[in-house]
T-cell receptor, first 112, second 110 residues
Framework: KQEVTQIPAALSVPEGENLVLNCSFT??????LQWFRQDPGKGLTSLLL???SQREQTSGRLNASLDKSSGRSTLYIAASQPGDSATYLC???????????WGAGTKLIIKP | SQTIHQWPATLVQPVGSPLSLECTVE??????LYWYRQAAGRGLQLLFY??????ISSEVPQNLSASRPQDRQFILSSKKLLLSDSGFYLC?????????FGPGTRLTVL
């Protein structure tokens, strides 16, 4: 059974720092892995999607990596800004049942 | 471009009352549709998914039900709400291996 874990559960850093959010999964038979952002009381915004055959994806200040063999993905945020404050969720898409398996999220606070 | 709508945005209902949440998708045809619930401080829980009109798969036994009367319409219902039904309900669609989410409905059962 696939399990997705995100560490840390919460993170607070000063503005301008580079930071890394971690996501690990137990079953390497994933089709892709998605990173989402959720602002308080809002829906989910898709940030990056990495196919199982890819190693990384970049969008602006965000870079997501995927290492299937070790069951890990990271989301790198460069030059963090207060507007980056949100909860970040990762989810693994399982080809076996066409479902997303979710991590519990990392709550990120960027201090001005 | 595709858009997904949910309403209402917020809802406060007494225990034992019925529920109907609606989700519609525009700009795509024959999408897979999903209902998730997010309880406070917890991850997303898949409740139902649908691969076509009238086709509903339930992931978690509970007092909720789902229906898909039209290709791009997905409805979440309950005949009698419980306190434990409070949470943030999210609808999502996919046409492949990527899911896109609606703005969510905040349900409070008192």
């Amino acid at each position: 059974k696939q399990e997705v874990t995100q560490i840390p559960a919460a993170l607070s850093v000063p503005e301008g720092e580079n930071l890394v959010l971690n996501c690990s999964f137990t079953d390497s038979a994933i089709y892709n892995l998605q990173w989402f952002r959720q602002d308080p009381g809002k829906g989910l915004t898709s940030l990056l999607l990495i196919q199982s055959s890819q190693r990384e994806q970049t969008s602006g200040r965000l870079n997501a990596s995927l290492d299937k063999s070790s069951g890990r993905s990271t989301l790198y945020i460069a030059a963090s800004q207060p507007g980056d404050s949100a909860t970040y969720l990762c989810a693994a898409f399982m080809d076996s049942n066409y479902q997303l398996i979710w991590g519990a999220g990392t709550k990120l606070i960027i201090k001005p | 471009s595709q858009t997904i709508h949910q309403w209402p945005a917020t809802l406060v209902q007494p225990v034992g009352s019925p529920l109907s949440l609606e989700c519609t998708v525009e700009g795509t045809s024959n999408p897979n549709l999903y209902w998730y619930r997010q309880a406070a401080g917890r991850g997303l829980q898949l409740l139902f998914y649908s691969v076509g009109i009238g086709q509903i798969s339930s992931e978690v036994p509970q007092n909720l039900s789902a229906s898909r009367p039209q290709d791009r319409q997905f409805i979440l219902s309950s005949k009698k709400l419980l306190l434990s039904d409070s949470g943030f309900y999210l609808c999502a669609w996919s046409a492949g291996h990527e899911q896109f989410f609606g703005p969510g409905t905040r349900l409070t059962v008192l």
